[in-house]
């Protein structure tokens, strides 16, 4: 009997011993450092699996005891999944610093800003450079592009919300811009709601084209009202906008930098020159600033803007003043003139 017990006891002090040396040796593998000598970012493909993981970096030399630290995860983390995307590793960082941002799941994140003013070209550009992003648009129309996105014979100028969107490495093109459009329908929304009681827009659409042509002619924030103020009056007169912008979107590729007096005289849908009320479409990506400006337009009598040249307008009740302006502000012109309606501007030779 007493042999039995030493046995016995022998057989709990070898399986402590065991016990204790598993321990110690998954206790290294955690607190190893990793072999790296600068910044890295590993990369989990979606499906990966943390044993999987771990044997390929244990290949690529970056740990080592790749087999106590599957362990450590299959009994300490149990059934949580391992989050597709980038990771950032740094010198000095411990393969449990490494586990434990797989288990926060803390991918590096990258940002991609769509500015106010920007046309859906440019933002489109501005998407396909970014390398993280997973082109799917890429060579589709922008009609093409508006039915992937659920809205099919939508024009898509106007219908995304400028701001910085941020996103993971996989991320699609077409997910950002659904985030973009959702964001913009929401914004649009809140200020229909709080809209000023006699504003001339039938729907949330034309307030919209309207905060298009005031964000392509704000120079200076404080001014939004009073252009908003002034396209509403000329509205309400029946009078032509006579607003560049427009007249340079709908040129498109064929506007090289500056207007002519043939252009202003050019028949197309845009030319606010020729064709009264507002454009059919936006012209170009808004804020919720620009929103708020169309559907709450300060009151006043002016008809007309002229640029001074750093920014801000001059802005006048009649003709006169306005011709008055122009000459003024006309003789040391900068390339950002603009007024409303323009002045008289010789032929291209």
Do not use: C
């Not at 607190?31 to 979606?46: A, F, K, M, T, Y």
């Not at 992937?148 to 219908?159: A, F």
């Amino acid at each position: 009997m007493r042999k039995l017990l030493l046995m016995f006891e022998s057989g709990l002090l070898l399986l402590g011993l065991a016990i204790g040396g598993m321990g110690w040796l998954q206790h290294q593998a955690l607190q190893q450092v990793l072999v790296v000598n600068e910044e890295r970012l590993i990369d989990i493909p979606g499906g990966a699996t943390p044993s999987g993981t771990l044997r390929q970096l244990e290949a690529e030399g970056l740990l080592s005891n790749a087999f106590w630290l599957r362990l450590y995860w299959r009994f300490n983390v149990s059934g949580q999944a391992l989050h597709s995307g980038e990771y950032r590793v740094m010198p000095g960082q411990t393969a449990q610093e490494l586990i434990a941002l797989w288990q926060r799941g803390e991918v590096v994140q990258y940002n991609i800003t769509f500015v106010e003013g920007w046309t859906f070209r440019q933002l489109r550009d501005a998407l396909a450079r970014q390398e993280k992003i997973e082109q799917t648009l890429t060579g589709l129309s922008d009609s093409e592009v508006m039915a992937r996105l659920g809205k099919p014979g939508l024009h898509p100028e106007g219908r995304f919300f400028p701001d910085t969107y941020r996103y993971v490495k996989g991320t699609r093109d077409s997910d950002i811009l659904k985030q973009a459009s959702q964001r913009l329908e929401q914004v649009l929304a809140e200020e229909w709601a709080a809209k000023a009681a006699d504003v001339p827009y039938k729907d949330p659409y034309q307030a919209l084209i309207m905060a298009s042509l005031v964000e392509k002619e704000t120079g200076v924030p404080q001014e939004r009202g009073q252009i908003a103020g002034v396209f509403v009056r000329r509205l309400a007169l029946n009078m032509l906008l006579q607003t560049d912008p427009t007249v340079i979107y709908g040129m498109g590729e064929s506007y090289k930098g500056k207007l002519t007096r043939s252009n202003l005289r050019e028949a197309t849908p845009y030319n606010t020159y020729v064709n009264p009320g507002l454009p059919p479409t936006p012209i170009a990506m808004v804020g919720r600033e620009a929103i708020h400006a169309a559907l709450h337009p300060e009151p006043g009598k002016s008809l007309y803007f002229v640029a001074r040249g750093d920014g801000t307008h001059i802005f006048s009740d009649s003709i006169e003043a306005h011709n008055r302006a122009v000459r003024e502000y006309q003789l040391n012109r900068r390339s950002d003139y603009r007024s409303s309606p323009a002045p008289i501007i010789k032929e291209a030779p």
